[in-house]
């Protein structure tokens, strides 16, 4: 504590002003803590609401997901009940009917053996007939047999004839088979020969015609160029004995046409002077 100072009247008359400024200078920070205060006050009670309603927010989803969950279980428990009755029930019905099914196959297993018994004794008389009727079939067989052996025989000694008799034919036939086969191979090879000839002579006259036709075209080309038909008298003679001694082979080398069904000659191939096309098939 502070001691207290000597106070004067005058000290004391100035006292409550003093303490009067000091407060009034001092009242606007007072009213801002204060509005602060407030404003805290009030941001907490809002927290403090807000909190609130979310702890509420999650007891409520809370207590409706215990609902649910709940009630699944009910759910759950009620399917699964009605199940297990299901089951028990169906195992009962199966168990009724397996025992049913049971009784069904005893009464049918004791009257299959009345009837197995019953066929049994009808069975063993007619093994008793059976055993009788193969003796029989056994001396009947030996019979046969012996029979069979002498047919045999009898068609063995044919066979052995037909086939040295169809082997002696074979033979023939062969024989007359490679005379044809002879016959045709020298036929084909006159027939190859005639064409081979008429070949060589179509392509040496065509080739005769195709140097005529040169020999004209590079002359028609000449006399363009010269733009003149003026030659002399020795080049004259010259492609005049050229001319005349092509056409002259070219007529030795014609052939006559090839012959028709009714016998007559058909129109022979045209023979073309040197330089004219020949026309060609549409």
């Given at each position: 504590c502070?001691?207290?100072?000597?106070?004067?009247?005058?000290?004391?008359?100035?006292?409550?002003?003093r303490?009067?400024?000091?407060?009034?200078?001092?009242?606007?920070?007072?009213?801002?803590?204060?509005?602060?205060?407030?404003?805290?006050?009030?941001s907490?009670?809002?927290?403090?609401?807000?909190?609130?309603?979310?702890v509420?927010?999650?007891?409520?989803?809370?207590?409706?997901?215990?609902?649910?969950?709940?009630?699944?279980?009910?759910?759950?428990?009620?399917?699964?009940?009605?199940?297990?009755?299901?089951?028990?029930?169906?195992?009962?019905?199966?168990?009724?009917?397996?025992?049913?099914?049971?009784?069904?196959?005893?009464?049918?297993?004791?009257?299959?053996?009345?009837?197995?018994?019953?066929?049994?004794?009808?069975?063993?008389?007619?093994?008793?007939?059976?055993?009788?009727?193969?003796?029989?079939?056994?001396?009947?067989?030996?019979?046969?047999?012996?029979?069979?052996?002498?047919?045999?025989?009898?068609?063995?000694?044919?066979?052995?004839?037909?086939?040295?008799?169809?082997?002696?034919?074979?033979?023939?036939?062969?024989a007359?088979?490679?005379d044809?086969?002879?016959?045709?191979?020298?036929?084909?090879?006159d027939?190859?020969?005639?064409?081979?000839?008429e070949?060589?002579?179509?392509?040496?006259?065509?080739?005769?015609?195709?140097?005529?036709?040169?020999?004209?075209q590079?002359?028609?080309?000449?006399?363009?160029?010269?733009?003149?038909?003026?030659?002399?008298?020795?080049?004259?003679?010259e492609?005049?004995?050229?001319?005349?001694?092509?056409?002259?082979?070219?007529?030795?080398?014609?052939?006559?046409?090839?012959?028709?069904?009714?016998?007559?000659?058909?129109?022979?191939?045209?023979?073309?002077?040197?330089?004219?096309?020949?026309?060609?098939?549409?």
């Amino acid at each position: 504590c502070r001691p207290l100072a000597p106070t004067s009247p005058c000290a004391r008359a100035s006292g409550p002003g003093r303490r009067l400024r000091r407060d009034m200078a001092l009242m606007p920070e007072m009213l801002n803590e204060l509005a602060e205060r407030e404003k805290e006050r009030v941001s907490s009670e809002r927290e403090a609401q807000a909190g609130i309603r979310a702890v509420k927010d999650k007891v409520a989803s809370a207590a409706e997901e215990f609902m649910q969950l709940r009630r699944a279980q009910d759910h759950e428990i009620g399917v699964i009940k009605a199940q297990y009755e299901k089951r028990i029930r169906d195992t009962v019905y199966a168990s009724r009917q397996r025992v049913r099914k049971a009784q069904v196959e005893l009464v049918e297993a004791e009257a299959q053996k009345e009837l197995s018994e019953r066929g049994l004794s009808t069975a063993e008389a007619e093994v008793a007939v059976l055993r009788r009727r193969v003796a029989e079939l056994q001396a009947q067989l030996a019979q046969r047999h012996v029979a069979g052996e002498h047919r045999l025989q009898e068609i063995h000694c044919c066979m052995e004839a037909r086939v040295n008799r169809i082997s002696i034919q074979s033979e023939d036939r062969v024989a007359h088979m490679m005379d044809h086969r002879d016959k045709v191979r020298r036929a084909c090879i006159d027939a190859l020969n005639v064409v081979r000839a008429e070949l060589q002579d179509q392509m040496s006259r065509a080739a005769i015609r195709a140097e005529g036709r040169t020999r004209f075209q590079e002359l028609c080309d000449l006399a363009s160029r010269c733009a003149t038909y003026d030659m002399t008298q020795a080049s004259y003679k010259e492609l005049k004995a050229e001319l005349v001694g092509l056409w002259q082979v070219q007529k030795s080398m014609r052939s006559p046409g090839p012959v028709l069904l009714d016998g007559s000659l058909a129109e022979s191939e045209m023979t073309l002077l040197p330089g004219v096309p020949s026309p060609e098939p549409e």
